[in-house]
């Protein structure tokens, strides 16, 4: 036992002096920087389009197509980028932190923005509207039991939608993941990424075309679905505005990672492009939803005429309580034309005695 100890050191000790000999950081301070720079501006991209759906408690407006390509977009091109530089991965094993954080930037700017879309998904099953989800419908029983007993609820077809895509990517995620890591485990690789085996190659090339292809079909359901509604909904315009420059920007610092090539960026490229189309809808329909005085969602804007009035129950719009207040008129008038004559008193007992009930707007 402490020969095959000493003999199971000695090729450790010949793996990690190979690895060290093999493994030396390449130091560019300019993709450094770059990579650095993304993944904060990342972060910072994706906090408006977070904070509007939680902020507003309401997913309405995004299309389920568009979330569920979006993030199996994301996720192939994350493992295209692990597979890519898997040798430059395994190399962390003989480096500092420091150098093992550069060397990896590039992968971890992928899985950043796989993660941060994702949440936007979940955001959208979470904050999904209630009154979306369900509709009330009569079911025919053939027999005499009362209408009340005969109806019940059922799912939207978006909202069963919604739930059978999101069981897609879960799906996905899990199935790559496992090809991945079983791929990786049983193939050659070295830190420069030039020896991989022919099922890794090919496995690298159907993900990075896979997302760019889902990338390039992302858009087309969002961009069908808000141009069918005209309305912004709940997309974020300020997301937008900082994404799709950085697009062209993510695209720049992944082609100067060791070890990628075009399928790895190819997919941000074309995501980039699709997002500028997005986002030049939305700006106009948000000039025009400002010229019908309505808001994201497509709710008349507050103003003179609609603004709510508090009572001690509800807050209720001001048009309705007018009208309510003219209908108390005409039924007390009816009440009271029977008893009025030429010699009733301008001032009525009520007046005179002081106003008892008032309905008095005001302001919220």
């Not at 389009?49 to 199996?72: A, C, D, M, V, Y």
């Not at 994201?296 to 309705?320: C, K, M, N, Q, W």
Request: with cysteine; hydrophobic share 45%.
């Amino acid at each position: 036992m402490p020969g095959a100890c000493r003999v199971c050191r000695n090729l450790l000790s010949s793996s990690t002096s190979t690895m060290s000999g093999t493994c030396q950081p390449a130091h560019d301070w300019f993709s450094d920087l770059l990579s650095g720079g993304i993944i904060v501006g990342l972060f910072i991209s994706y906090a408006p389009q977070h904070l509007r759906i939680i902020n507003k408690g309401s997913s309405e407006g995004f299309s389920p197509w568009f979330l569920l390509l979006g993030s199996t977009s994301g996720a192939s091109g994350m493992f295209n980028m692990i597979v890519m530089q898997w040798g430059v991965l395994k190399c962390c094993r003989v480096y500092s932190f420091g150098n093992c954080l550069e060397t990896i930037a590039g992968v971890l700017q992928v899985i950043v923005q796989w993660f941060l879309f994702t949440v936007i998904l979940a955001l959208y099953m979470i904050y999904y509207p209630s009154h979306l989800k369900y509709v009330t419908v009569a079911a025919d029983t053939h027999d005499t039991r009362p209408s009340s007993s005969l109806k019940k609820n059922i799912k939207t077809h978006n909202w069963w939608l919604s739930i059978v895509l999101s069981w897609v990517v879960f799906i996905h995620i899990v199935l790559i993941t496992f090809i991945t890591f079983l791929l990786v485990s049983t193939s050659p690789s070295d830190p420069s990424g030039t020896i991989r085996s022919e099922q890794l190659s090919h496995w690298a090339t159907f993900l990075g075309l896979a997302s760019a292809a889902l990338a390039a079909l992302q858009y087309a359901p969002q961009l069908v679905h808000t141009y069918r509604h005209k309305l912004v909904g709940a997309l974020s315009i300020p997301m937008m505005l900082i994404q799709t420059p950085g697009g062209f920007i993510i695209v720049l610092s992944i082609a100067l990672q060791p070890g990628t090539n075009w399928t790895s960026w190819l997919q941000f490229l074309v995501a980039a492009i699709m997002q500028a189309v997005l986002l030049g809808m939305c700006i106009t329909w948000k000039y025009r939803q400002h010229a019908l005085g309505i808001d994201d969602f497509g709710h008349p804007l507050l103003s003179s005429a609609s603004i709510a009035y508090r009572t001690d129950d509800e807050d209720v719009p001001v048009e309705e309580a007018i009208q309510a207040a003219f209908a108390e008129d005409i039924v007390i008038g009816e009440g009271e034309s029977e008893r009025s004559s030429e010699q009733t008193p301008l001032l009525g007992k009520a007046a005179s005695e002081g106003t008892k009930k008032r309905w008095w707007p005001r302001w919220v």
